[in-house]
């Protein structure tokens, strides 16, 4: 093969590699924006994905319907950890409380079940500009508690700690203080429970542990999604 025709294939492989760098920054940019923003209607893809699965599924009414953001959303052993108890998982992206209250209609009260455990918040609290108070999250818990139990008052909701991870350690301060707010309104609340998973994705020196987060130190890894098994696994089999 000539000197020519390599250096044509390297610029046509240059020129690729170039495509689809600037395809993925495109990407990125687009999934930023959806996490920065406040519309819910950014999720619109996500939950007609998630309708498209209601049509091709059959959910039993024992169910537990898992909602949230990125760390339901990862869970990909869900079924398997929680089993024999069906689940139905429903976590989206960076999606904040307000997003799950907005497409309630469609993620939750679409579904017949009797548990719910919910994990968001983590989004509203991020250290960027435009971040929720601690007490604006947990108002919001709280609407999200209301309309639940709006459409059925028998329902039973679990609702995660806000974890401590090593990438938003800055606001953890905040985030805990939200915990305890959250907490406050669960001792108040009937079919509503605070589960305090905080302390086990501590050190002994009350930092974050990082064996239970992937590499971006925000989302958890096996070992993270194993602490919360052990955890919610009972109370969803004790029902």
Known sequence: MNKKRIFKI????????????????LWMRKEIRKFESNDPLVWKKEIRAFKKQ???????????????????????????????????????????????IYWAPEIIFSH??????????????????????????????????????????????????????????????RAQHTNELVAEFANTTINFTFLDFINDFLTDENLPNEDYFKIDELHLNEKGYAIWTDRIKPLLTEQ
């Open 54 to 100: 209601d049509q091709q599924n059959q959910y039993p009414e024992n169910a537990v319907l898992f909602v949230g953001s990125s760390s339901i959303r990862f869970w990909n052993s869900l079924s398997e950890d929680m089993a024999p108890v069906p689940v139905i998982q429903r976590g989206f992206g960076g999606s904040k409380i307000g997003d799950i």
């Open 112 to 173: 017949s079940v009797k548990t719910i455990v919910v994990f968001a918040g983590t989004n509203d609290i991020t250290g960027h500009h435009g971040d929720s108070s601690p007490q604006e999250v947990a108002d919001k818990v709280a609407k999200l508690e209301k309309i639940i139990h709006e459409h059925n008052p028998g329902i039973m909701i679990y609702y995660i700690s806000i974890t401590p991870t090593p990438d938003r350690w800055d606001v953890w301060p």
């Open 10 to 25: 390297i610029a046509v492989v240059v020129g690729i590699l170039f495509i689809l760098l600037i395809i993925a920054g």
